[in-house]
């Protein structure tokens, strides 16, 4: 598996989340193909870790923008995460 990832219909849009790839591409590939899933061009939200410069680029030539952000925090050791290969947050939702 090189990549996976999904987009979910919300009250507001579309989510996609989570969005876990090794390559560039792959990320750029599946957000294509989530692209086509939204027929009626609403609103789709990605939540991209500030530590990934990769998806930060990506999602800007998807003409993504800004709309809030959010800081990690955690207490101990923080968990040891390739964040290199998190294009997209799971769902600040979920955890």
Not at 12 to 27: R, T
Not at 63 to 91: C, H, K, L
Request: a negative charge; one cysteine or more; glycine letters at 8%.
């Amino acid at each position: 598996i090189a990549g996976f990832g999904t987009i979910r219909k919300c009250n507001q849009g579309y989510k996609i989340g989570p969005l876990f790839c090794f390559k560039s591409v792959i990320a750029e590939a599946l957000l294509s193909k989530f692209f086509s899933e939204n027929t009626r061009n609403e609103e789709v939200f990605l939540d991209v870790p500030a530590s990934n410069s990769a998806a930060i680029n990506l999602v800007e030539n998807a003409g993504f923008e800004p709309v809030f952000e959010t800081a990690r925090m955690v207490r101990g050791a923080p968990p040891n995460i390739d964040w290199q290969a998190v294009y997209g947050i799971t769902s600040f939702e979920l955890g």
